[in-house]
């Protein structure tokens, strides 16, 4: 049984697509957050190949790692890496549960999942419109095991986002609804059925399955006319406050920053993104105010809503050192009222991210650069992988549950960057005010010499490419993304030892040569006055430095207790000081 709130899905995913039109150089770029907590974050790798041997392909649900079945594979697939295939062609998605009516029981007969059904696509498409075509072929002909999914697809020159939901348990395929988003616009979805109404006879930017708004009908969720049929409302629509900013408000967050008038945008929206006004719902896609570059990219999906009325690092629950995280579940009860903790778009969940870049004015082998990482999108570096690429750095690429391999999870790996980057990552949330500024600093510091290593390589490949053909440039990129990955793997272990012996017990431990026994001065951040404060409020003089005689007993917590006063005098009324010395002697006489 799936339970209808967004919040409580382990997969919980976010997605931005800045056109050509509205990027700063004019590439296409796609930015994914793949956001579970039971996945491994590594990269994905299935070789172009001339399947004369292999008339089938075998699949396993990507989120179960349950056996589907086999389809017939084509003669000829493209090299996939990632998210995107050699030609250009890049599919990402986030999760949305949808009416129970259709997702609560899965397709008996259904031989292909979301996950599958990206990674299949990617091996049989050449442009964005093939890989819809494809993808909607697919499930028509296999089934859809999955609950509702928007997915982003796009290549150099198109980009289509399209939300689906199985057709029931009963019946096979999906229905579905896929629009053109127009150049010069940027769109983010996040976990909530992206489309609301759409145009029925504009088949340039608008497909559509053929039952479409019929099911909704059948199931009664829908009674209205055709022109006003809106598919989000239909098939993902019912939800509460909680749901609504759990998703919105990272589309919001993006939106309100890059609209023409953010000012305007953001007093227009808030209400929507906090779940207060339901009826308010953003506009699917908003030109933006100035050309997006990658940097503009990084920078939005990198964020905790940072200086913003959203922003909740500085709360009680951000800890000593403010961090914008906290345990889960994201939404939690106290003394009958329910509360959220903010969803922003970097989270600790996440296991692989990447930022696509297509170049439509390159030959396809180097059209598309894939930038990866492997764990929170906030704290994980970045490094760039030409999706032409026949290999992948061993630190990075590996099988998943839809190759039916059981992800290892629960066995940490110092070659695997995953874990590597989760060390750095975790090791930062419990100093955040004080190491993450450290951290963002060594982030751009590889970002850049990618970008200079990554201009020069374009340069030898292109070269390559003319004098030589394409697949000495292929050999040449694949040699670089391959030693990039490795390096940055190392790197990063070196990284991780660089913040621990800087920031160990609780210093900050800066360099020193005038100071001959260690070279170094350790500094002491200590703590601010409204943490402070705080602990004063709920500990009264328990820490003061006075006159014993003067201190009164504190009142102190215990669990969610209060303990009153008496009870502390009685706890500590055998603690005299011939009792001290009693102790101290037993300690001596054991030495």
């Known amino acids: 049984f799936l339970v209808t709130s967004i919040a409580s899905l382990s997969s919980a995913c976010t997605n931005f697509i800045v056109t050509p039109g509205a990027s700063k150089d004019g590439s296409m770029m796609l930015a994914y957050n793949a956001d579970d907590h ?110 509702g999914e928007t997915f982003s697809i796009v290549d150099d020159k198109d980009a289509w986002v399209m939300d689906v939901i199985g057709r029931g348990a009963d019946k096979l395929g999906a229905i579905w ?62 939800k509460g406050a909680d749901d609504i900013r759990y998703e919105e408000a990272r589309v919001f967050d993006v939106y309100s920053r890059l609209a023409p008038d953010p000012h305007t945008f953001y007093n227009k929206y808030i209400d929507y993104a906090m779940g207060r006004n339901l009826d308010n719902v953003m506009p699917i896609w908003i030109q933006p105010e100035k050309k997006v570059s990658l940097e503009d990219v990084i920078e939005r999906m990198s964020s905790h809503y940072e200086d913003s009325s959203l922003e909740y690092g500085f709360d009680v629950g951000g800890g000593l050192y403010a961090a914008p995280y906290r345990p889960k579940p994201n939404s939690w009860t106290y003394e009958g009222n329910t509360y959220v903790n903010e969803r922003s778009i970097a989270v600790e969940k996440t296991a ?57 999870i629960l066995k940490f790996d110092w070659d695997q960057s995953f874990w590597i980057q989760n060390l750095v990552a975790n090791f930062v949330y419990s100093r955040w005010n004080i190491a993450y500024p450290v951290l963002q600093d060594k982030l751009e510091e590889v970002h850049k010499t990618f970008v200079e290593e990554v201009k020069e390589m374009d340069e030898r490949a292109l070269e390559a490419y003319r004098e030589d053909g394409p697949q000495k440039a292929v050999e040449l990129l694949t040699a670089y993304s391959v030693a990039a990955g490795d390096q940055l793997h190392q790197t990063w272990i070196e990284f991780f030892g660089y913040l621990f012996a800087r920031f160990r017990d609780f210093i900050v431990m800066e ?81």
């Not at 030609?87 to 999942?113: H, N, R």
């Open 38 to 147: 039971d996945t491994f974050g590594i990269l994905y790798h299935y070789p172009a190949s001339n399947n004369t041997t292999q008339p089938t392909r075998k699949i396993w649900d990507w989120e179960t790692g349950i056996f589907l079945g086999e389809i017939p594979q084509p003669e000829m697939t493209y090299n996939v890496i990632g998210n995107c295939n050699e030609v250009g062609v890049c599919v990402g998605e986030t999760t949305w549960a949808g009416t129970p009516l259709l997702s609560a029981t899965p397709q008996t007969k259904a031989k292909i999942d979301y996950g599958s059904l990206m990674w299949i696509t990617l091996q049989r498409s050449k442009t964005a419109k093939e890989a819809l075509d494809t993808m909607t072929s697919l499930m028509d002909a296999y089934g859809y095991h999955s609950t």
């Open 177 to 238: 609804v896929a629009r053109k988003v127009p150049d010069g616009s940027i769109l983010v979805h996040a976990n909530h059925a992206k489309i609301t109404t759409f145009p029925l006879d504009d088949p340039e930017n608008c497909l559509y399955s053929h039952d479409v708004i019929e099911r909704a009908r059948e199931l009664g969720l829908y009674k209205g006319k055709d022109e006003n049929f809106n598919f989000q409302k239909a098939y993902d629509g019912g």
């Open 352 to 408: 692989l991210s990447f930022i696509a870049v297509i170049r439509g004015w390159m030959p396809a082998p180097l059209k598309a650069i894939v930038w990866v990482g492997c764990d929170d999108s906030s704290t994980s570096p970045r490094y760039p992988v030409y999706a032409c690429s026949t290999a992948g750095s061993s630190n990075y690429i590996g099988k998943g549950p839809q190759d039916g391999v059981t992800s290892p």
């Open 511 to 591: 360099k020193d040569e005038t100071n001959l026994e260690c070279g170094c001065k350790p500094t002491f951040p200590g703590i601010d006055d409204a943490w402070k404060a705080r602990i004063v409020d709920e500990t009264g003089s328990q820490y003061l430095v006075s006159d014993p005689k003067q201190i009164s007993a504190p009142r102190v917590l215990r669990g969610t207790e209060r303990v009153e006063d008496k009870e502390i005098d009685q706890g500590l009324s055998w603690f005299s000081a011939g009792a001290l010395a009693d102790i101290f002697t037993v300690l001596f006489k054991r030495n």
